[in-house]
């Protein structure tokens, strides 16, 4: 019970010290929506482009939303000695790691939010399958938060988490499949994008949205849980080696 009360107390703290900070929250609504202004703008279809780019619209707006504001707090935390204080704690590695990134997977969420709560007043969304599309956003989350976790514990300047979060984040929005079909890429680019765990919620989510996934949605599921547990394990082993022994 302990435990929890302290991963409680973690949350709440980076709640209201980093994601509910003015700056913060107009930039989880209008990062999306430039992205989706943007991107409808850009295809030149007007209304009718909205449900096949709402998947990639959601996804991006995730993506950086997450590793944006875990890879800078967790470095600027480890850069300012606050966070070897909890490191001392008998908290369980662990669920202290998962109380650091439980913010910015709630924050992922709320960002893909955003381009949604706009679609909805261009286009209906009835036939959206929700079933499929809410657990989708939930892991699209956590991946990219642990995604964040693994850049911030592998630098020690918050520059470099940035630097190293674009090496990261640019490619996969051409290689995922978010705007146009990863069968269009060079034959010998495809191969990288199922290495990517972005591939697989954005499929999940054309297949709920558009029912054009590639992959059957029980493989898309497993893959991307599968990436969440092994980011976390190498996020956590590297925290072991870099910032503990």
Request: hydrophobic residues 55%; charged residues 10%.
């Amino acid at each position: 019970m302990k435990n929890w009360t302290a991963f409680f107390n973690i949350f709440l703290k980076d709640i209201k010290a980093y994601y509910l900070k003015p700056p913060n929250i107009s930039w989880g609504i209008i990062f999306p929506f430039a992205w989706t202004g943007m991107f409808f703008i850009r295809s030149g279809q007007g209304l009718d482009s909205i449900q096949s780019l709402l998947p990639g619209v959601v996804a991006i707006s995730i993506l950086f939303g997450t590793t944006s504001m875990l890879a800078v707090t967790v470095t600027f935390e480890k850069k300012n000695a606050s966070f070897d204080r909890l490191l001392l704690s008998p908290l369980p590695l662990e669920l202290l790691m998962f109380a650091k990134t439980s913010g910015a997977i709630l924050f992922g969420m709320i960002n893909a939010f955003v381009p949604i709560g706009m679609a909805s007043f261009f286009t209906d969304l009835s036939g959206f399958r929700w079933g499929y599309i809410l657990p989708a956003i939930l892991l699209i989350a956590v991946a990219s938060t642990f995604l964040g976790l693994f850049i911030a514990v592998s630098v020690s300047e918050v520059f470099e988490a940035q630097t190293f979060s674009n090496f990261i984040r640019f490619p996969m929005i051409f290689l995922c499949g978010l705007f146009f079909p990863i069968s269009s890429l060079p034959n010998f680019l495809q191969p990288l994008s199922y290495l990517l765990p972005l591939t697989y919620g954005v499929d999940i989510l054309h297949g709920a949205i558009r029912a054009e996934n590639i992959l059957p949605l029980l493989i898309d599921f497993m893959a991307i849980s599968a990436f969440c547990i092994v980011l976390f394990i190498i996020s956590l082993r590297n925290i072991y080696r870099r910032w503990i022994k």
